[in-house]
T-cell receptor, first 116, second 115 residues
Framework: DTGVSQDPRHKITKRGQNVTFRCDPI?????LYWYRQTLGQGPEFLTY????????KSRLLSDRFSAERPKGSFSTLEIQRTEQGDSAMYLC??????????????FGSGTRLTVV | SQQGEEDPQALSIQEGENATMNCSYK?????LQWYRQNSGRGLVHLIL?????REKHSGRLRVTLDTSKKSSSLLITASRAADTASYFC???????????????FGQGTILTVHP
């Protein structure tokens, strides 16, 4: 593994369209996180998986957002009926189980979404 | 809000000078981490300090943690132009082992190092 991969790097979509992003974590990491970051702000937590189980979803996340992690490997984040307020950088990160975390998260380069 | 607060919001220094960034938080934490983000890219983990530690070093980085004041500082010594980036503190809420490690981020400090 060379790190966490996210695809695509950039996505421009029209308001109302659905978009899906993919994240491939480091293979031995069982924890996967999605964050959203707007300009000038720190990342905000969206959701978290341990293996294939989605254990927490932020109250900031509307019902238009859904995330999956089938088989505990890659994850997808889908946004339905996109709105201009969804424009942001979507970051994926992975880590080992908490009690063995020595070096923090490994982040991907992010997917920048622009809704026009 | 449980989000961390960072100070200053922006810092501009000359190459060779030291840069100090501060982070404050409001809850009990298990550990605190610092990350760097170059413009438009993902975050890179710099250093992690646990709640029972007071100071930690990694190369030109020095991190302190004062749990009584709920604050941390990141010192970059002998700064270089390549250190120009945004720096974020992030912490794991909770003093016990039940936390799954969700990070809460501060708003970041933009550091500019002039050659």
């Amino acid at each position: 593994d060379t790190g966490v991969s996210q695809d695509p790097r950039h996505k421009i979509t029209k308001r109302g369209q659905n978009v899906t992003f993919r994240c491939d974590p480091i293979s031995e990491h069982n924890r996967l996180y999605w964050y959203r970051q707007t300009l000038g702000q720190g990342p905000e937590f969206l959701t978290y998986f341990q293996n294939e189980a989605q254990l927490e979803k932020s109250r900031l996340l509307s019902d238009r957002f859904s995330a999956e992690r089938p088989k505990g490997s890659f994850s997808t984040l889908e946004i339905q009926r996109t709105e201009q307020g969804d424009s942001a950088m979507y970051l994926c990160a992975s880590s080992l189980a908490y009690d063995r975390v020595l070096g923090g998260y490994t982040f991907g380069s992010g997917t920048r979404l622009t809704v026009v | 809000s449980q989000q961390g607060e960072e100070d200053p919001q922006a810092l501009s220094i000359q190459e060779g000078e030291n840069a100090t960034m501060n982070c404050s938080y409001k809850t009990s934490i298990n550990n605190l981490q610092w990350y760097r983000q170059n413009s438009g890219r993902g975050l890179v983990h710099l250093i992690l300090i646990r709640s029972n530690e007071r100071e930690k070093h990694s190369g030109r980085l020095r991190v302190t943690l004062d749990t009584s004041k709920k604050s941390s500082s990141l010192l970059i010594t002998a700064s270089r132009a390549a250190d120009t980036a945004s720096y974020f503190c992030a912490f794991v809420i909770g003093a016990g082992g039940t936390s799954y490690g969700k990070l809460t981020f501060g708003q970041g400090t933009i550091l500019t190092v002039h050659p």
